[in-house]
Every structure is written in C-alpha cells, then in structure tokens.
C-alpha cells in the first residue's frame, strides 16, 4: 500500500502530525508512507524512520511568483509534481491540513481513497471537494494530535502509543553545549528557555512580561535563562536579557532546526506562546508553559500529562499577567527535579 500523508506547514502542525506517521508504520508495517511538505518545514522529517520519501513543496514560493520567468518556472514546478506523484501510483491520500491547496495536491495523488476531515473541521471548507472520505473526529478527541490521529480510522488504524520521532544531529547537540559553557551554565543548572517571538503577532506576549519574567527567574529562584529566537526577533531577544543579572541570562546564537531541538533538550522548561518551538520542547518530552490568549490551549495547547499552558482571559496575549506565568514556571521547575523527564529525542506516550 502506498500512501501519502499532506501536511504542508507550520512547524507546529508538522509536528503535531508525527505520530499518525508513527502509527502507519507500526500498525502497516509493508506500506510505503510519502509525506508531502513545505520545503522550510521538511527538516521536522529528516531521518524519521516511518517514512520511504518527503516530497518538498514550495507552495509560499509559488504564489509570490510573478513576472514570465518565475510563473514559468512555477509552472514547470507543478507540472514535476504532479508527474511524480502520480508514478508513485498511491493507494491512500490523507489530508491533514484542510485547506484548499493541501487538497488539491490530495488530488493530485490520484488515490482511490483520499481522507480528510469533515467540512466543519476542515480550516477552508473547500478542501471537501477534494477528498472522498470525510472524517468527523470524535468529541473526546479535543486536541489536534488526537484529531489528526482520527483520521486512520477509515484504514482500520488506532495509535496504540502516540510518538513524535524528531532528528538528532551530533554536531548541533555539541555546538549547543559549547554554548551553554560559554554562558557561564554548568549541567546542574535550571534551565529555562524563554521564547517570545510567534508567527503570527496576536500570539506573542508583551516584551517587557517577557523582561519581567527572566529577571524573577534569575533573582527569586536562581534558575539559568536562555532567551531563543527566530527571523526578525534578535531585537526583541537582546531587550530581554540587556540589561539583566550577569551570567544567568543569556541570548542564544542563531540557530538551525538541529540546534534548536538540541536547546529545547537540555532545558527544565520552555516558555512560549502558540507556536513552533514550543511544540518541538513538547514532543521531546521538555516540560513546557504555554501561553495562550486568541487559540485554544485545549486544541493546541503543548501535548503531554506534564505540561501547564496558561490562557488570557479575554483572548489578548497583553491580558495575561506575569504572576500567574512566574509561578506556574516555578511549580512546573519543582515537578522537573522531583521527577525529570528522561526522553529527550521523541517522546513515547
């Protein structure tokens, strides 16, 4: 059997889908799983085990193109992609986006059976008319790990674990410790790492809570911070950490995808909002708290027994004060020595 999962983006949501991959495998251990991906988030895939092919789009490229030479070139994109993923001569197509672009390349797949979610679940109600197995997931499946799993169901395949493989790099793994000994941080540190940037701006909490927050960590509790961050974000980083209490707060360098999972894993905790790094710390086993106002922590919220996430009360990421996030950081810090996690690659609940 030949099938193709469709998961183009975020971070966030490519990770999210990792244990349907899981699940395939384990439960159809002879089929051949594609996944077909934005080519910025297929380094969530790099050496997962489930998976024969990743098949890299560059759907975001293709829209912004204009002017004969880039439409040419787009054209010539598809008319590849289309011609490849028809000789792969797939039996299933799942569509775990739900939206009309993942829909049409479900379609192009040209599977007998093509799964998506029913119209009211799906985030562009169009992608039904792409697919011809519509999956209502059920209501005891409220996060989104639980509905992507749900959509298995019409192959007769139920998770009997839920695991999030990601990639270890050797080479990122020991540039971080490098780093880490740089800061003046030895291993027996409290490690929190502070994230404040997010995809979109209603999901990012105030800077200066940020600020806030670092300076209790390191004064009232004596944990290490190290503040992470992503394209256009090293402004807001630095302002977190400049000025504050020598040698227990620190700007993390740029780092790649490797570097960062590495980051996330040494940590005793992740601060974040809604967003890619923190469901990378999630899957890895890291204790996380998340910071919700406009998404549902219940849907979205860091997958995991041990995890806290922490919601606005009227959906504005400015509403949430910084007490409440100081001591669930606190409480979560307590539970990490009192029992720590020992999975740190992907873990397996």
């Not at 895939?45 to 193109?65: F, K, Q």
């Not at 880490?180 to 790492?193: H, I, N, S």
């Not at 994230?195 to 209790?216: E, Q, S, T, V, Y």
């Not at 999630?282 to 998340?290: D, E, F, I, K, Y």
Request: glycine letters at 8%; proline letters at 8%; hydrophobic letters at 45%.
């Amino acid at each position: 059997m030949n099938i193709a999962l469709v998961k183009l983006s975020s971070i966030g949501d490519v990770v999210h889908a990792l244990p349907v991959a899981a699940a395939l495998q384990a439960s159809l251990p002879q089929a051949r799983l594609i996944w077909v991906v934005e080519r910025r988030e297929a380094a969530v895939l790099h050496g997962n085990a489930a998976l024969s092919e990743i098949v890299p789009v560059d759907t975001r490229g293709w829209r912004r193109s204009r002017g004969p030479l880039a439409i040419a070139e787009t054209t010539g994109a598809l008319v590849a992609l289309g011609r490849h993923l028809r000789a792969a001569r797939f039996d299933v197509a799942i569509d775990l986006q739900g939206l009309v672009k993942s829909g049409v390349i479900t379609a192009a797949t040209r599977a007998p059976l093509r799964i998506g979610f029913a119209a009211a679940h799906c985030r562009e109600r169009l992608n039904t008319l792409f697919t011809n197995r519509r999956v209502t997931p059920p209501a005891a499946a409220r996060h989104i790990v639980d509905q992507y799993l749900s959509l298995m169901e019409p192959l007769g395949v139920r998770a009997r674990t839920v695991e999030f493989p990601l990639p270890t790099d050797g080479a990122a793994e020991a540039r971080v410790d490098v780093f880490l000994t740089g800061a003046g941080f030895e291993p027996r540190d409290r490690l929190v790492v502070l994230n404040p940037g997010a995809g979109r701006p209603d999901k990012r909490w105030p800077i200066p809570n940020f600020r806030r927050l670092a300076r209790r960590l390191v004064e009232e509790t004596g944990a290490a911070v190290v503040v992470i961050w992503g394209p256009n974000e090293l402004g807001d980083a630095r302002s977190i950490v400049e000025p504050g209490p020598a040698g227990r707060a620190a700007l993390a360098p740029p780092t790649n995808l490797d570097e960062l999972l590495a980051m996330l894993r040494r940590a005793s905790v992740v601060v974040a909002g809604d967003t890619g790094p923190l469901h990378l710390a999630a899957a890895l086993g890291t204790r996380c708290v998340g910071l919700f106002g406009p998404t549902s922590a219940a849907r979205t919220g860091p997958y995991g027994p041990d995890h806290r996430a922490l919601e606005s009360p009227d959906g504005a990421m400015a509403s949430l004060d910084v007490d409440p996030v100081f001591r669930a950081v606190v409480e979560t810090l307590a539970a990490d020595e009192a029992s720590p996690s020992v999975t740190r690659s992907g873990v397996v609940r």
